[in-house]
């Protein structure tokens, strides 16, 4: 009776992690989603904006925050701060420097 119980809590542990698994990748994948949408949404208003500017400068300013606001998306809610795909524990300069010893001394 302890060895089938002892089965059952593995599968059901296996199978918990493997929800969890999933319900991360779904977060994450709506997160981008909303990510997209305001690219895009900030994108097909980009023209409207530029063109209410009266100088010159104006126009390089408004062009300036709005090229910001769709570089910077901000936070969504859907993901936590650790869960967070665009803050990797190892960055490609440290990776490619462990890799190669002399790569990044010039």
Same mark, same amino acid.
């Given at each position: 009776?302890?060895?089938?119980?002892? $089965?059952?809590?593995?599968?059901?542990?296996?199978?918990?992690?493997?929800?969890?698994?999933?319900?991360?990748?779904?977060?994450?994948?709506?997160?981008?989603?909303?990510?997209?949408?305001?690219r895009q949404r900030i994108t097909?208003?980009?023209?409207?904006?530029?063109?209410?500017?009266?100088?010159?400068?104006?126009?390089?300013?408004?062009?300036?925050?709005?090229?910001?606001?769709?570089?910077?998306?901000?936070?969504?809610?859907?993901?936590k701060e650790e869960d967070s795909?665009?803050?990797?524990?190892?960055? $490609?300069?440290?990776?490619?420097?462990?890799?190669?010893?002399?790569?990044?001394?010039?």
């Amino acid at each position: 009776m302890i060895y089938y119980t002892a $089965i059952r809590i593995t599968i059901l542990s296996a199978l918990a992690a493997i929800v969890a698994f999933c319900h991360k990748i779904l977060r994450a994948n709506m997160h981008m989603n909303e990510h997209n949408l305001h690219r895009q949404r900030i994108t097909n208003s980009m023209a409207a904006f530029i063109e209410s500017a009266i100088t010159p400068e104006q126009r390089d300013l408004i062009l300036a925050h709005l090229v910001d606001s769709i570089a910077n998306f901000g936070h969504s809610g859907l993901l936590k701060e650790e869960d967070s795909l665009f803050s990797p524990k190892m960055t $490609i300069d440290t990776i490619t420097r462990n890799i190669i010893p002399g790569a990044s001394r010039e």
